[in-house]
T-cell receptor
């Protein structure tokens, strides 16, 4: 158990719909990352938040957005869903990076499997 | 642009045999390097990491990896494969930032262990 929780575990929805994925980081971690794992694209970084602020953006579609709340949990919003959005979405968290032990080590949640029909 | 290449999308070994999973990175600046393992229907678990200390890194479950700057490689090895090692393995790189940094993953290598 990494200490990172994600809900829901599975999500089945239809094209055109909107969904929200939730992530709670490990206690004390300030950074939250979102990744997408799909068969054709592999594991791709989507976006990073640090203490409530967006810090880095990867291959995130304009239809997708995220935020990190004051309690540090994060939500990934996916809208106007397409069949190709079906994937496993991972959240990861990492500490503030003040020591070698916590630097850059990301702890992954179990993922949310999204199926778009 | 920084990238990671894993040679061989599928590797098959016999139980007790040496496991060698290859990873090469492309970067002008030495990165931090990681190996993650993913078991079916599970998240990613960190096996080991290189963060500019010793070049030979020991991880969990008997795995180790060696950072070779001249070859820009970070291959993962295990002397003797076990059936429980069957999983998908991902090599990843990141660069040091005070607020954390993204991971760039290789395509993954599916390891099969035959009895």
């Amino acid at each position: 158990d990494s200490g990172v929780t994600q809900t829901p575990k599975h999500l089945i929805t239809a094209t055109g719909q909107r969904v929200t994925l939730r992530c709670s980081p490990r206690s004390g971690d300030l950074s939250v990352y979102w990744y997408q794992q799909s068969l054709d694209q592999g594991l791709q970084f989507l976006i990073q938040y640090y203490n409530g602020e967006e810090r880095a953006k990867g291959n995130i579609l304009e239809r997708f957005s995220a935020q990190q709340f004051p309690d540090l949990h994060s939500e990934l919003n996916l809208s106007s869903l397409e069949l190709g959005d079906s994937a496993l979405y991972f959240c990861a968290s990492s500490g503030p990076g003040t020591s070698e032990r916590s630097y850059n080590e990301q702890f992954f949640g179990p993922g949310t499997r999204l199926t778009v029909l | 642009a920084q990238s990671v290449t894993q040679l061989g999308s599928h590797v098959s070994v016999s139980e007790g045999a040496l496991v060698l999973l290859r990873c090469n990175y492309s970067s002008s600046v030495p990165p931090y390097l990681f190996w993650y393992v993913q078991y079916p229907n599970q998240g990613l678990q960190l096996l080991l990491k290189y963060t500019s200390a010793a070049t030979l890194v020991k991880g969990i479950n008997g795995f180790e990896a060696e950072f070779k700057k001249s070859e820009t490689s970070f291959h993962l090895t295990k002397p003797s494969a076990h059936m429980s090692d069957a999983a998908e393995y991902f090599c990843a790189v990141s660069w040091r930032e005070t607020s954390g940094s993204r991971l760039t993953f290789g395509e993954g290598t599916q390891l099969t262990v035959n009895p």
